[in-house]
């Protein structure tokens, strides 16, 4: 595997459903993200970990957690979702380092549906 | 608040012609600029960026434009091809300061390109 890879790729769930995505990367970066995006909006950021750290939760319902077990893993645990979470969740990763490296590469993304 | 905006939903081109993508954007705080191009059921790909100490980079077929003090970038394609057709995304970044830190990008809406045989 190359890039960064997302399972499930189509998921539909009730909303009293409990499921998780995953997202690995295969870059060797140290930095990854969450972006949810629904129909006709930009990208929104969701989660950063750099460094196997959380460092920003955009304001995120707490029915989704994220968890970075490592620098090349990160998932996002669901549960209670509403209708209005349905959405494309994209996971991305990049290369900090000191002088900024700012271009993320991007997973194929999750599509989800809540039901 | 919409920091990074694609005023064009759509655009559509001829094949062989120029393809013009434009992005505004309001933060005087963002430093580097990027564009993604993105299929139908894929992730966004990254495509060309550009830091706000240059005007202007080229790679190929592809150049973007930075006017700064118009706080505005555009993308050329030339010549476009029927493979161009995508979705584009203009993101735009401001460097965090910290201990920690990341990229945090801002997107604008995106552009449908369509590119005509």
């Known amino acids: 595997e190359t890039g960064v890879t997302q399972t499930p790729r189509h998921l539909v769930m009730g909303m009293t459903n409990k499921k998780s995505l995953k997202c690995e990367q295969h870059l060797g970066h140290n930095a990854m993200y969450w972006y949810k995006q629904s129909a006709k909006k930009p990208l929104e950021l969701m989660f950063v970990?750099?460094?196997?750290?959380?460092?920003e939760n955009n304001s995120v319902p707490s029915r989704f957690s994220p968890e970075c077990p490592n620098s090349s893993h990160l998932f996002l645990h669901l549960h209670t979702l509403q209708p209005e979470d349905s959405a494309l969740y994209l996971c991305?990763?990049?290369?900090?380092?000191?002088?900024?490296?700012?271009?993320?590469?991007f997973g194929p993304g999750t599509r989800l549906t809540v039901t | 608040d919409q920091q990074v905006k694609q005023n064009s939903p759509s655009l559509s081109v001829q094949e062989g012609r120029i393809s013009i993508l434009n992005c505004d954007y309001t933060?005087?705080?963002?430093?580097?600029f990027l564009w993604y191009k993105k299929y139908p059921a894929e992730g966004p790909t990254f495509l060309i960026s550009i830091s706000s100490i240059k005007d202007k980079n080229e790679d190929g077929r592809f150049t973007v434009f930075l006017n700064k003090s118009a706080k505005h970038l555009s993308l050329h394609i030339v010549p476009s091809q029927p493979g161009d057709s995508a979705v584009y995304f203009c993101?735009?970044?401001?460097?965090?300061?910290?201990?920690?830190?990341?990229?945090?990008?801002?997107f604008g809406e995106g552009t449908q390109l369509t590119v005509n045989p």
């Open positions: 993101a735009a970044s401001a460097r965090w300061i910290g201990e920690t830190s990341g990229s945090r990008l801002t």
């Open positions: 991305a990763s990049s290369q900090e380092i000191d002088a900024g490296s700012y271009e993320q590469y």
């Open positions: 970990y750099n460094f196997k750290e959380q460092t």
């Open positions: 933060n005087s705080m963002f430093d580097y």
